[in-house]
């Protein structure tokens, strides 16, 4: 897919990272061995996609440990630095450090990528967007599709294997669509989820099914939720969302004049085509919110728009 339109994509907050995923080292496990055993290693736990982080001096940053000090727990590789440091991720339950064991404090606490992925340094947001979704699908991928047994977990942690059966299984990422809309005035139809609280609004999003193109997924979505017909799907850029396991991809697509929004009730409690004008009237009187940065939904409206809106979101709670 070639990106079309806005520049603006461009570093997304959860498309972002240092650390080279060191591809050929995952079935080295003589390497992975002693790099686990290096003192120089790093260490990422994750407990039910959070993780500690530090926050000092406006900076917020991820807490890592050393191997030795790491709980036990699935593990993962993640990567390895330009300086030679290699990082690890560690998924588990129960794990010390969190505040409930009381062992937290000095500005240490748990928080999810929706809360800290656009705070982070683009070393941290991508390690942390990685290892969420390791995590995520070794906490729900636990036993062979094929015969029921559990699973082995290869030495990177990138893929199990079926002890019974031999059949190999790798992580899961499902392709969602996310499209800004807009009808011959270049007005952007927004719309408000039946389960979102308030008035928060943002830009038409679903799942791929299977047998779809991405391109085949907008026009679908924006019928099924709106009934407005749209043409001329061009994409913009991507960002993993590993909540549990999507990745965004973002569209633009024209809707044709004279076409009535018919809301399914089912998804969405209202829709309806807002000018630049009308948009940042109704945020900045607080009739109107938007998605937080972090997300690729509030990026693609904003390059709509030209520049950065007021208002967000506030993120739910950590552990949701
Ligand atoms: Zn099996």
Redesign the pocket.
Known sequence: MTATGFSALDNLALARGTVDRVTERRTDKDWIDAAWKDPRTRVLVVREGTALVREAGGQVELVLAAPQSAPAGTRFLLGQDSDGVVYFGVSGQSLPGWPDDGQAGGGIHPASLREVGALLSDRDAGLLTHAVALANWHDTHTH?P????VTVPDPAGHSTT?P??G?EHFPRTDPAVIMLVTDPEDRCLLARNAAWPGRRVSILAGFVEPGESAEQAVVREVAEETSITVTNVRYLGSQPWPMPRSLMLGFRADAPADQVIAVDLNELAEAGWFSRADLLAALESGELALPPPVSIARRIIEAWYGGPLPSAWAPPPARS
Do not use: A, N, P, T
Not at 146 to 149: E, F, M, N, V, W
């Open positions: 062979c094929l015969c029921g047994s079926c019974v059966d059949s």
